[in-house]
């Protein structure tokens, strides 16, 4: 069985102009997909948006609410004005379904439809917690990805493995606590956000 593909073409509508994180680089690794024919062998699933109960079952609903309410009102910083994370009319759309790809990947693979997925979404999320987003990130997709692997597959133990230049913080964060899940983080140290010290492995049964 190939592997699954999940996109939809409104994770481009999560822009703001000048942004250093922009809808390029999913437009890049589609078109590498493409000129390669590698997507020829992938099976293409239809991401489907993320209930509000599974996303609260990471993010707080007053900080779901507040993101949009942003998007609502015509967009802006999720922090403010000037703030880096921006929030555009489609990003809470957006970001919905990239949680919700995520999702749709997990059950497609928990269910034994396929052997892996490969979501390709924005807005990021790894830097967003519980509470808050930072980093460019709203929502954290894979942590919602993998407490629904939890919750409603009834795994016991789940690893998450972060492959980027900066740490995972938020990601970090939300289940640093929690015996069921491991985080493991491969990134440059001495960088933005400043946390993922080799010392940082968790806290109590976490």
Known sequence: MPT???YDPIYLQHFQRGHIEGPERLDAINRALDESRVRERLTELKPQPIAIERLTRVHHAEYVARVKAIADRGGGGLMGRGDET???PRSYDAALLAAGAVVTGVEAVLRGDVPNAFALVRPPGHHAFADHGEGFCLFNNVAVGAQTARSDFKLDRVLIVDFDVHHGNGTNSI????????????????????????????????
């Open 4 to 6: 699954a593909y999940l």
């Open 86 to 88: 921006y929030v555009a």
């Open 175 to 206: 289940f640093y606590h929690d015996p069921g899940v491991l985080f493991f983080s491969t990134h440059q140290w001495g960088i933005y956000p400043g946390t993922g010290h080799w010392s940082e492995i968790g806290d109590g049964a976490g």
